[in-house]
């Protein structure tokens, strides 16, 4: 039986050390509400893999005896190797719909983890165009605006850079801004595997435009060298992604074979945790989905 | 000396077989070794194979499509068409270049090596070639897009034209917009292929006897008549040999490719412009797809036809080479 | 014996030029021009091989130290290359193990057993047909068979798997020659002093070409160590984690001693940063990891040289 002096002074004990532990801002993220040991393997889309990848440094570190490995490979790769029981979860930028069979996209389980946005960018020599409109985006893309002084820049030929046709950016930007048009093909067209080989292609490449991930337009290394658009007059930041003015975004989508558990399950929840959908997320330029 | 040594070792041996030995096991053991490699292949043409007829037998697409110039595999488009042709063109387009750029540099360095380097100079290039093969591929698409790809771009961006007075414009090659071209991918290609042409090249002029150049040199010809009228003919098929197996190895190269071409999935216009091999598309494509969608089945059509081209390539060195033997 | 003749005899370029009745000048002018411009190609491939070397002297300059080599990926900073570099080097051990033995006792069979029959040409094609394969449909192959049909997933082991199948034929053709090169005298005395075939193979002829044996190892090993295109499709390419050493536990996919985790090496971690890398680091990053690279396929042609030299003068000055 704790006398009432005796349990004041420990809970001011207590109440001090919480202070410290708060006012030690970040020191070390708080732990997860669970450690699971284990060892778990996540694969797929390269547009999430840099959040997943340091959310998974950041799991292990509080947790040892965690593993969780992350690879690239594609959304393809990701829903191929989830449904087939190779990985535990499985990165995508698209749903499995039309992809995998009706029976095993049935049998995936969808975790929506983050909003990811996409900006269309130019090489700085494309003076004078800071916005496109809809429209513009889809004469340019389908090959019926040919140079940069239609719309408004220097007399330079556009040349176009795409992600290649089965990625699921160039699916999201042909959906959501062209409106499935059929897009433009031949010498003025590239196509470059990833983001980080487009950024580079368009750095090198006088007149050129693409779409790339906020998080790769937001790299220190990136920005100096690209000139970003708006969209329909909308600047393309986190903010108005998370808003729904900035049409340019897409669902961040995680998938297991059935209900996760143990630490698929674990880890999972960490990603919709405060740790993560508070403060890794917006840092790394996608946006949140728990509030 | 050697048969001191033989006779050392023998003379601790037991002059009779072992049990091992009488029921051959030894031989079954490394013959087994020996002939995995007979059952490695017909595994791997089993499943390329199977897998690169899906197309045709689960998703019902017909095999002439695959010869259309129009690829468009995405489920949502209603033109829908496998169409591999600007994939086999670039294929093609690509390797041949190669093969013209490099087949006189790499015979050339064959005959420098073979008839006019003093020791010390073969001494240096030989091994110099031998740490060309090693280089990854990688590094070589790394060197590529941070080197040549700039190069050519700012360097050749203007029309190359040949023009004259009355008849005007007789050539013309548009100039490099990007530098993610044809020529970019053939350029990085011969460099990779020439260590191949020229150690078979070698090998070739190495095995022409040394009579027929004294002979050739006693009646009174210079070195250079001897090797243009005398060795190259003479080594001729195995100097197709080497080109082939160059052919091989520059048709089979992927990522090197994939980082410099610019992959544009239709047929280029000139030489200047980006083009997409087999190699580099599926490279592009694979890991995007699902496995069991007909997009990725025209994937594992594209490694059938790469596997087709390797194998007939093997089966022209080998009739190449009996043509050799029988002459 | 014309005078010509005489003097052309034991002169290796031919008589001097005053003597050539056959020759005109314009075929001598002829001759000096081409050997001009075959000279021009050996220099030509010495300075492209050079100035590459030089370039990545260059750019790894400031990038390549200790603590690149012994650090952790990063993309804040200038992150190291440790556990792709480990992983190079497990990946090439792993796969050596399996196909040097393979190799060696195929080239036996090749060189001592194989008889001038069907079966023999048939392995030769095997051979050959494999040697041409490229090696992305290898990759894909390991990738239908290892990482789907097996439900692996990306591990190491699947990766090895797929590097022996490439590099078999020509581990075993390494073998072969070498074994080929011991002298047929050694198998006559072995066997007139009664031993049977398999104890002459294996006291004598497989020592005697261990030499070449071990250069074809070399050689094999510098072609494993840079492979990427088999790799990108059995062992997975991402960023791998902090590894923790001291995890002996073989089957535990977190210990980097287990065959059962995905592997990316160097250069597949190359093909990575150049695809999707972020950071400022990341050319640099590129760089000093090419370096590395270049460095070790020196290290393993120069070094199978010079091993090769050394054993062939010490074992066979016995």
Not at chain 2, 143 to 164: K, M, N, Q, Y
Request: a neutral charge.
């Amino acid at each position: 039986m704790l006398n009432g002096t005796r349990r004041l002074g420990s809970l001011a004990i207590a109440a001090m050390i919480f202070a410290a532990a708060c006012s030690s801002a970040g020191s070390s993220p708080t732990p997860p509400a669970n450690c699971v040991t284990g060892s778990i393997t996540a694969a797929g889309s390269t547009a999430l893999q840099p959040l997943v990848d340091a959310a998974a440094k950041q799991y292990v570190k509080v947790c040892t005896g965690a593993t969780v490995t992350v690879n690239g490979g594609g959304s393809g790769t990701g829903l191929s190797q989830v449904a087939g029981g190779s990985v535990q979860i499985g990165d995508s930028d698209v749903t499995p719909a039309g992809k995998l069979s009706t029976p095993d996209a049935n049998k995936l389980v969808d975790h929506i983890v983050a909003r990811q946005g996409w900006i269309v960018v130019t090489n700085k020599d494309v003076t004078g165009v800071t916005n496109l409109t809809t429209q513009q985006n889809i004469d340019i893309w389908t090959g019926k605006t040919k140079n940069w002084k239609d719309v408004g820049g220097p007399d330079k030929l556009i040349v176009l850079i795409f992600r290649p046709a089965s990625s699921g950016t160039r699916s999201t930007f042909k959906k959501l801004v062209l409106g499935n048009a059929t897009e433009a093909t031949g010498g003025q067209t590239l196509t470059e595997d990833s983001n980080g080989a487009v950024t580079t292609a368009i750095t090198k490449t006088s007149g050129a435009v693409s779409v790339i991930g906020f998080a790769y337009y937001n790299d220190p290394a990136n920005k100096p060298n690209l000139n970003g658009l708006q969209l329909d007059g909308v600047d393309a930041t986190v903010a108005n992604m998370a808003s729904a003015t900035y049409k340019l975004a897409a669902d961040g989508h995680m998938y297991t074979n059935g209900q996760p558990t143990g630490l698929t399950a674990a880890f999972l929840a960490y990603m919709m945790s405060p740790d993560v959908q508070g403060t890794l997320i917006p840092s790394l330029s996608y946006a949140p989905v728990v509030k | 000396m050697a048969q001191i040594s033989t006779t050392n070792r023998a003379a601790g041996l037991r002059a009779t077989p072992s049990l091992a030995e009488r029921i051959d096991l030894p031989q079954r053991v490394v013959f087994a070794a020996a002939a995995s490699m007979i059952f490695i292949v017909v595994l791997l043409l089993a499943f390329i194979a199977w897998q690169g007829v899906q197309l045709f037998v689960k998703d019902g697409v017909p095999i002439g499509q695959i010869l259309s110039p129009t690829w468009q595999p995405d489920s949502t488009s209603p033109d829908r068409n496998f169409g591999l042709l600007p994939f086999i063109a670039g294929t093609v387009f690509v390797t041949a270049i190669a093969l013209v750029i490099s087949t006189p540099l790499s015979v050339g360095l064959a005959l420098f090596l073979s008839e006019v380097a003093p020791h010390w100079a073969r001494a240096i290039v030989q091994p110099a070639l031998e740490i060309f093969v090693g280089i990854p591929s990688v590094v070589w698409g790394w060197l590529g897009i941070t080197i040549l790809v700039p190069f050519l771009s700012s360097t050749f961006h203007d029309d190359l034209v040949l023009s004259l007075p009355i008849v005007g414009d007789v050539f013309r090659v548009p100039g490099f917009l990007t530098g993610f071209s044809w020529l970019a991918g053939s350029l990085i290609l011969s460099i990779m292929i020439l260590p191949t042409i020229t150690s078979v090249s070698f090998d070739a002029f190495r095995a022409v006897p040394q009579e027929l150049r004294t002979g050739s040199l006693a009646l009174g010809t210079t070195r250079w008549q001897t090797i243009r009228h005398l060795l190259i003919p003479s080594a001729l098929t195995g100097v197709l040999t080497a080109v082939v197996l160059g052919m091989t190895r520059a048709a089979g190269e992927a990522l090197a490719v994939q980082m410099v071409i610019g992959n544009s999935p239709s047929l280029p216009a000139a030489i200047t412009q980006p083009v997409t091999t087999l190699t580099s598309q599926i490279t592009l494509d694979m890991g995007n797809t699902v496995f069991g969608e007909p997009w990725q089945d025209a994937l594992w059509t594209m490694s059938l036809v790469l596997l087709i081209i390797s194998i007939t390539s093997v089966v022209l060195v080998r009739l190449l080479n009996k043509r050799r033997m029988a002459s | 014996m014309t005078a010509t003749a005489s003097q052309a005899i034991g002169r290796p370029n031919g008589p001097k030029p005053s003597l050539r009745r056959g020759s005109s000048r314009g075929s001598i002018l002829a001759d000096r021009a081409a050997t001009a411009v075959l000279w021009g190609t050996g220099v030509f491939v010495l300075l492209l091989l050079g100035s590459i070397i030089v370039h990545f002297a260059l750019a790894a300059w400031g990038v390549v130290s200790p603590s690149f080599v012994l650090s952790d990926p990063s993309d804040s900073v200038l992150g190291g290359v440790l556990p792709v570099l480990w992983n190079s080097i497990y990946m090439l051990a792993l796969t050596m193990l399996i196909a040097v033995p393979i190799g060696i006792l195929g080239g036996i069979y090749m060189a001592e057993y194989a008889g001038d029959n069907a079966l023999t040409s048939a392995i030769r094609f095997a051979e050959e047909a494999i040697s041409s394969v490229p090696s992305i449909v290898v990759g894909l192959f390991g990738l239908i068979l290892f990482v789907d049909e097996f439900h692996w997933g990306f591990t190491a082991l699947g990766g090895a798997l797929a590097l022996t199948l490439f590099n078999l034929p020509l581990m075993t053709r390494l073998s072969e020659q070498a074994l080929r090169a011991v002298p047929q005298e050694e198998r006559t005395a072995s066997l007139a002093l009664g031993a049977t075939k398999w104890q002459t193979i294996r006291h004598i002829i497989v020592p005697l070409a261990i030499p070449g044996l071990i250069t074809g190892v070399i050689l094999t090993a510098g072609r494993v160590f840079g492979e990427a295109a088999v790799l990108l499709f059995t062992s997975g390419i991402g960023t791998p984690p902090h590894y923790d050493f001291s995890n002996l536990d073989l089957t535990n996919p977190a210990s980097p001693w287990s065959p059962f985790r995905p592997a990316t090496t160097l250069s597949v971690y190359i093909y990575k940063l150049q695809s999707e890398g972020l950071g400022i680091y990341r050319n640099q990053i590129i760089d000093g990891a090419a370096a590395i690279l270049i460095s070790m396929v020196l290290i393993f042609n120069l070094g199978a040289r010079f091993l090769g030299r050394v054993l062939t003068r010490r074992l066979t000055a016995a």
